[in-house]
């Protein structure tokens, strides 16, 4: 009896809760630097359709590929990703990051003018007609209120909102034109940090959503000044916070994509053990799945890009350099099969228990966590260990 009553709190949260997620139009990926690797690239693309990952996100700059004035094409250092781009994968759908200066227009700054804009487009337009059909999203832009790939003296000053509302919306005509059935979204904020909320939602007045199909974001929380804000739990908080405030101004829901979110295997500040960034990575994997507002998750990021202890940068990777799983990537490669195509319902109670139901109509998987609560690597493996999780659905148990 007691399983019955469980079974039946989660049946009625399926038909009465909204933190519904669409079970089949969910993405979890992971983000990657390819080109910067040191081996061959499809052992990469081979790890992460091994691990359950459905995208990676990835891409190559404006410069990368505009190495002489006026002429495109494909360096010995990119070759690889473009090979893969080219030929498309049945397991793994791409996220083609779109951004950056160029050294002949731009002095590797931002675009600050419509004419340098207009000189972007032959980029954009370039890789969107070469890769027609094989990319499923474009992420117009990464971080541009950070300068994220821009020339450090340049980036201290943000050109105008009206410059990157015309960049975002003459790059989504040339895609729309070039490849009509790519998935569009930009923003790349982060809806912890007032600041940036209050930017997107500004363009977003002006009418951005008309040009994208989403809103991505950035909703890193390791280094926040309120530690409390660390935890995947009152992270999440913020997101639906800002996917209300969208709505408050649309009056209808709006896709968000998560396109960057890590925890970094650091001794510096900000840092975790494996173990906590373990613990964090499912949490929050299974908070976002439960939105039905948001569409996909890329990790970030694939493997460790260095190994200056220093350099806290070098140690988001959910593998080392040597492509050995940390901790993070052995649980997720069980969750992964566990969630796949199926409904995630969250509940939590009022003194913090966090129950998660996991049902595909045939089956309900269940996991439960104490907010505050810190578990070992063996206890959320065991949680998220099939067989001890599995109840059937209407069979009379």
Same mark, same amino acid.
């Given at each position: 009896?007691?399983?019955?009553?469980?079974?039946?709190?989660?049946?009625?949260?399926?038909?009465?809760?909204p933190?519904?997620?669409?079970?089949?139009?969910?993405?979890?990926?992971?983000?990657?630097?390819?080109?910067?690797y040191?081996?061959?690239?499809?052992?990469?693309?081979?790890?992460?359709?091994?691990?359950?990952?459905?995208?990676?996100?990835?891409?190559?700059?404006?410069?990368?590929?505009?190495?002489?004035?006026?002429?495109?094409?494909?360096?010995?250092?990119?070759?690889?990703l473009d090979?893969?781009?080219?030929?498309?994968?049945?397991?793994?759908?791409?996220?083609?990051?779109?951004?950056?200066?160029?050294?002949?227009?731009?002095?590797?700054?931002?675009?600050?003018?419509?004419?340098?804009?207009?000189?972007?487009?032959?980029?954009?337009?370039?890789?969107?007609?070469?890769?027609?059909?094989?990319?499923?999203?474009?992420?117009?832009?990464?971080?541009?209120?950070?300068?994220?790939?821009?020339?450090?003296e340049?980036?201290?000053?943000i050109?105008?909102?009206?410059i990157?509302?015309?960049?975002?919306?003459?790059?989504?005509?040339?895609?729309?034109?070039n490849?009509?059935?790519?998935?569009?979204?930009?923003g790349?904020?982060?809806?912890?940090?007032?600041?940036?909320?209050?930017?997107?939602?500004?363009?977003?007045?002006?009418?951005l959503?008309?040009?994208?199909?989403?809103?991505?974001?950035?909703?890193?929380s390791?280094?926040?000044?309120?530690?409390?804000?660390?935890?995947?739990?009152?992270?999440?908080?913020?997101?639906?916070?800002?996917?209300? $405030? &969208? !709505?408050?101004?649309? *009056? =209808? %829901?709006?896709?968000?994509?998560?396109?960057?979110?890590?925890?970094? /295997?650091?001794?510096?500040?900000?840092?975790?053990?494996?173990?906590?960034?373990a613990?964090?990575?499912?949490k929050?994997?299974?908070?976002?799945?439960?939105?039905?507002?948001i569409?996909?998750?890329?990790?970030?990021?694939?493997?460790?890009?260095?190994?200056?202890?220093?350099?806290?940068?070098?140690w988001?990777?959910?593998?080392?350099?040597?492509?050995?799983?940390?901790?993070?990537?052995?649980?997720?490669?069980?969750?992964?099969?566990?969630?796949?195509?199926?409904?995630?319902?969250?509940?939590?109670?009022s003194?913090?228990?966090?129950?998660?139901?996991?049902?595909?109509?045939?089956?309900?998987? $269940? &996991? !439960?966590?104490?907010? *505050? =609560? %810190?578990?070992?690597?063996?206890?959320?493996?065991?949680?998220?260990? /099939?067989?001890?999780?599995?109840?059937s659905i209407?069979?009379g148990?």
């Amino acid at each position: 009896m007691r399983y019955l009553s469980v079974i039946f709190f989660y049946l009625s949260t399926l038909i009465i809760n909204p933190m519904i997620a669409n079970a089949t139009e969910f993405e979890i990926g992971v983000g990657t630097h390819i080109a910067n690797y040191p081996e061959n690239p499809e052992k990469y693309i081979k790890l992460m359709e091994n691990y359950g990952f459905s995208s990676f996100r990835d891409g190559f700059s404006w410069n990368a590929v505009e190495r002489e004035k006026g002429n495109l094409s494909i360096s010995e250092k990119i070759a690889g990703l473009d090979s893969i781009f080219s030929n498309g994968r049945e397991k793994i759908n791409v996220l083609f990051v779109l951004g950056y200066g160029n050294k002949f227009y731009t002095s590797n700054g931002y675009p600050r003018n419509q004419k340098e804009v207009d000189e972007f487009l032959k980029y954009v337009s370039w890789v969107s007609k070469k890769y027609k059909g094989k990319i499923k999203y474009y992420e117009i832009w990464n971080e541009w209120l950070l300068g994220t790939g821009v020339d450090v003296e340049k980036k201290r000053s943000i050109p105008s909102n009206d410059i990157f509302m015309y960049l975002v919306k003459r790059t989504s005509e040339e895609i729309r034109k070039n490849d009509p059935d790519a998935i569009l979204m930009t923003g790349s904020i982060n809806p912890l940090k007032p600041a940036e909320v209050d930017w997107i939602l500004e363009l977003i007045k002006k009418g951005l959503l008309e040009y994208v199909d989403g809103i991505s974001i950035h909703p890193y929380s390791f280094n926040h000044p309120n530690r409390s804000f660390h935890n995947p739990e009152n992270n999440i908080k913020y997101i639906d916070d800002f996917e209300s $405030k &969208i !709505k408050s101004i649309t *009056g =209808k %829901n709006v896709n968000l994509y998560i396109t960057e979110m890590g925890y970094p /295997t650091s001794v510096l500040a900000g840092g975790v053990k494996q173990s906590q960034a373990a613990q964090d990575v499912i949490k929050y994997t299974l908070l976002v799945k439960s939105r039905d507002f948001i569409k996909g998750i890329w990790w970030y990021d694939l493997i460790d890009d260095g190994n200056d202890l220093f350099n806290r940068e070098h140690w988001f990777g959910l593998f080392t350099q040597h492509a050995e799983p940390k901790e993070s990537a052995i649980l997720l490669k069980k969750l992964l099969s566990l969630i796949k195509n199926k409904n995630v319902i969250v509940k939590d109670t009022s003194d913090k228990e966090y129950h998660i139901g996991i049902n595909d109509n045939n089956e309900l998987i $269940k &996991i !439960k966590w104490n907010m *505050g =609560k %810190n578990y070992s690597f063996d206890e959320w493996y065991q949680k998220v260990n /099939t067989p001890d999780n599995v109840r059937s659905i209407g069979n009379g148990e």
